[in-house]
């Protein structure tokens, strides 16, 4: 059954920092990669998917990062500003099916 | 963001009584998810729908039926509600399976069951 990790749970830090969000799952079969945004009270955004056969993908500070072969993906976000404060989770689809197996989230806090 | 629109956003009920919630999506994308999220389990697929009157189950459909009989319409129905069913469902939304095609979720709905 696969298993999606991510560590830490909650993060804090000033604002311009750059900064690393990690997930990690345990069947490297995947199809894809879905990183989300939650903000509280609200839905998933649709942040950046990366295809099993992609290593990454950038979308304006964001970039997100693959490595099937270590069942590891990162997201990275280059000076972080207090609007980006939110609920990050990552998601795999699996090649067999049609769902999202999801992490329990990283809660980002960016400090002013 | 993705039409998806979701009814009732907020539901309080009692034990035992019928519960249906709406997902309508204006994409005309042919997969619809059902998933509810809950703490320290994360999100979880209840039902999905891979077209007009063909769905299949989650990891967690016990409880839970759905009907899909318009594109754009999905529902999820609580035959008989618990309290364990209290949750926050979404719903999602996809063009097609591929790898491609990214999910788009709805803004949930709270559920609450006394």
């Known amino acids: 059954k696969q298993e999606v990790t991510q560590i830490p749970a909650a993060l804090s830090v000033p604002e311009g920092e750059n900064l690393v969000l990690n997930c990690s799952f345990t069947?490297?079969?995947?199809?894809?990669l879905q990183w989300f945004r939650q903000d509280p009270g609200k839905g998933l955004t649709s942040l950046l998917l990366?295809?099993?056969?992609?290593r990454e993908q950038t979308s304006g500070r964001l970039n997100a990062s693959l490595d099937k072969s270590s069942g590891r993906s990162t997201l990275y976000i280059a000076a972080s500003q207090p609007g980006d404060s939110a609920t990050y989770l990552c998601?795999?689809?699996?090649?067999?099916?049609?769902?999202?197996?999801f992490g329990e989230g990283t809660q980002l806090t960016v400090n002013p | 963001d993705a039409g998806i629109t979701q009814s009732p956003r907020h539901k309080v009920t009692e034990t035992g009584t019928p519960v249906t919630l709406r997902c309508h999506q204006t994409?005309?994308?042919?997969?619809m998810y059902w998933y509810r999220q809950d703490p320290g389990h994360g999100l979880r697929l209840i039902h999905y729908?891979?077209?007009?009157?063909?769905?299949d189950k989650g990891e967690v459909s016990d409880g839970y039926s759905v009907s899909r009989s318009k594109t754009e319409d999905f529902l999820l129905t609580l035959e008989s509600a618990t309290s364990s069913q209290t949750s926050v469902y979404f719903c999602?939304?996809?063009?097609?399976?591929?790898?491609?095609?990214?999910?788009?979720f709805g803004d949930g709905t709270r559920l609450s069951i006394l």
């Open positions: 994409e005309n994308h042919r997969y």
């Open positions: 069947d490297s079969a995947i199809y894809n």
């Open positions: 990366i295809q099993s056969s992609q």
């Open positions: 998601a795999v689809k699996e090649t067999s099916g049609s769902r999202l197996t």
């Open positions: 999602a939304i996809s063009a097609s399976g591929t790898a491609d095609q990214p999910q788009h």
């Open positions: 729908s891979y077209g007009v009157k063909d769905t």
